[in-house]
């Protein structure tokens, strides 16, 4: 399974943040929107991510505060990213050895969609669950007298 499998379920619909706008702009879209990151996108280029962590950190150093920060001071300036094409086993190592939560999707410079961790493991048990049930279906339908192994006698 691709990255790109993902996005076609998902949708793309993006939130975007500009890095010079205020941190408190950003948390009242992610808490409005109800979602754990922003993209930072400067001149239509992707130059950061804004996660719930970021935010924390901030307000931890700030002293329980947002004040007047902008998002350049408390985003990710160099975050992990993938393509449509990057298949899901590897994006969950890279999540996994970065703990990342978010990843924004490229192609070449074009911001696709980002995917969550939450996006990746939901994949990956939808897929589980299909094999259960085509391996189960397979078993039911199992032909009567065919490849029987004859039964030990004791």
């Known amino acids: 399974m691709k990255v790109s499998d993902i996005l076609r379920v998902k949708g793309n619909t993006l939130y975007t943040v500009t890095p010079d706008e205020l941190l408190a702009t950003g948390v009242n879209v992610m808490a409005e929107k109800d979602i754990g ?75 696709m969609g980002v995917i969550s961790f939450y996006d990746v493991a939901r994949a990956v048990v939808d897929s589980q669950n299909f094999e259960n049930r085509m391996l189960k279906a397979y078993i039911r339908d199992w032909p009567a007298g065919e490849d029987e192994q004859p039964s030990a006698q004791l």
């Open 37 to 111: 990151s922003l993209v930072v996108m400067e001149h239509g280029d992707l130059c950061g991510m804004l996660t719930f962590r970021e935010v924390i950190q901030c307000i931890v150093k700030n002293g329980g505060a947002l004040g007047t920060t902008i998002v350049r001071t408390a985003m990710d300036d160099h975050p992990l990213t993938c393509t449509g094409e990057t298949e899901l086993d590897e994006v969950r190592r890279m999540m996994l050895d970065r703990h990342a939560r978010y990843m924004p999707v490229m192609d070449r410079r074009m911001l």
